[in-house]
């Protein structure tokens, strides 16, 4: 299971401040409540309808803090790509 898509650390210190519990986040970004505990306690992935409801509701949500926290692999050079 490939985490770290999301900052949660950052996303839960963010709902601290604005007062938003995990079941309002749940209701915010239309999903389950068991999705974002799960989500939280890094037993699944969050899916596209969890990483939609962060982006398209406006939560206030620093977007360069929250997404690709860690450094992407890395890749074929650009000599090899051609």
Excluded at 41 to 64: M, V, W, Y
Aim: charged share 25%; aromatic share 8%.
């Amino acid at each position: 299971m490939a985490l770290g898509i999301i900052d949660l650390r950052y996303l839960e210190k963010h709902m601290e401040s604005k007062k938003i519990s995990k079941s309002k986040l749940a209701n915010l970004i239309g999903v389950d409540y068991v999705t974002v505990y799960r989500v939280f306690k890094k037993q699944r992935n969050p899916g596209t309808k969890f990483i939609a409801g962060l982006l398209n509701n406006n939560l206030d949500i620093d977007l360069q803090k929250i997404f690709l926290n860690t450094s992407l692999p890395n890749g074929k050079t650009q000599k090899e790509t051609s």
